[in-house]
């Protein structure tokens, strides 16, 4: 792996690797006002939240690259301490991109971009109608980090009013798919966050997995399995036992069909456009008769249900095809 030391580096490629390398990053649209009342617009990827007691989220109006100067943003949180920080969402991202351009200060970007401001409640900037997410904030405190091109200015704003649209939500949660959130990437790159490119991974907090250092060797050192899976196997619990595993497939004996639907090359198609009733009845078809499938191809059933997130399941397909 590549060795960079950053001080050895122009400016510009500095900002080009952290761009690169930390995304996707969040956009926070700005609308600030001056200390004579014009407004502002302008979109941050430098930005995120930081604590929930009370809401804290930070962003960097970073100095100019090319000649160290300072952003209006930044004069005007300075001279004023609000802002409302909107979401970025992708109907709306052409029109966020252009309020990114470099307007002179008494230009305003609402008109120029044709986004719509809208009174906020607690504080004076307006807020951008067109974002299902919007927050008023005060500016708690300006954190400045250098007094050169492209150096850091961290505005901490605590969250004073939510804004939210209601169809984006469901249960008091909002639904990734709804919002449709951009996000930068390096260059001139971005993202865009609805399926298939989000997925969910519940967090481990209430149990604690087995660890990767617990798998049995064959898993490890299997060619099938990825980091991810095994991950998943390590996340688990409990290792099944055989009789967890058996009775487990026990449930399926029950109701086998006529033994020539058990070839291996259903067994085979089952698998490759997952029909998971249908793998594990020949699983427990095999376990009844005796006639068991190789090693190898346990572990490959045993992967599908894990791409599906059914991790006990791939654990008991495992310990039926004794991959230990």
């Known amino acids: 792996m590549k060795q960079i030391d950053p001080k050895t580096l ?73 802002c409302v920080i909107q ?32 009174p906020s409640v607690m504080v004076k900037p307006s807020r951008v109608k067109e974002s299902p997410f919007q927050m008023e904030c005060k500016v708690l405190e300006i954190k400045s980090y250098g007094n050169g091109g492209a150096s850091a200015n961290l505005v901490i704003c605590e969250v004073i009013l939510f804004h939210v649209a209601e169809d984006i939500m469901e249960k008091g949660v909002i639904q990734p798919d709804r919002i449709d959130l951009v996000a930068r990437m390096g260059s001139d790159y971005y993202n865009r966050a609805v399926s298939p490119n989000i997925f969910e991974i519940v967090k481990p907090l209430n149990k604690l997995g087995i660890g990767y250092e617990n798998l049995p060797g064959e898993l490890k050192h299997s060619d099938i399995l990825s980091a991810n899976d095994l991950a998943k196997l390590a996340n688990f619990e409990k290792i099944p036992d055989d009789e967890e595993a058996g009775q487990y497939f026990h449930n399926y004996q029950l109701s086998l069909k006529d033994a020539s639907y058990y070839t291996e090359e259903s067994f085979f198609r089952s698998l490759s456009s997952f029909r998971p009733e249908e793998t594990l009845s020949h699983i427990a078809y095999r376990l009844k008769t005796g006639k068991k499938y190789h090693n190898h191809d346990y572990i490959l059933a045993a992967k599908a249900f894990l791409q599906a997130n059914m991790t006990e399941i791939a654990w008991y397909i495992l310990i039926s095809g004794k991959a230990d």
Not at 16 to 43: D, H, K
Not at 50 to 77: E, H, Q, W
Not at 95 to 105: K, R, V, Y
């Open 87 to 118: 979401s970025v969402t992708y109907p709306m991202v052409e029109q966020i991109n252009l309020a990114s351009a470099e307007f002179s200060p008494e230009i305003d970007e609402f008109i120029k971009s044709g986004l719509t401001p809208v």
């Open 10 to 82: 122009p400016v510009p490629e500095v900002q080009r690797l952290l761009q690169g390398g930390i995304a996707p990053r969040p956009i926070a649209l700005v609308s600030t006002l001056s200390a004579e009342g014009i407004p502002n617009l302008s979109p941050f990827s430098f930005y995120n939240v930081f604590g929930a007691n009370p809401p804290i989220v930070v962003f960097s109006p970073s100095r100019r690259g090319r000649d160290a100067t300072l952003k209006d943003t930044y004069f005007n949180c300075e001279s004023t301490g609000e």
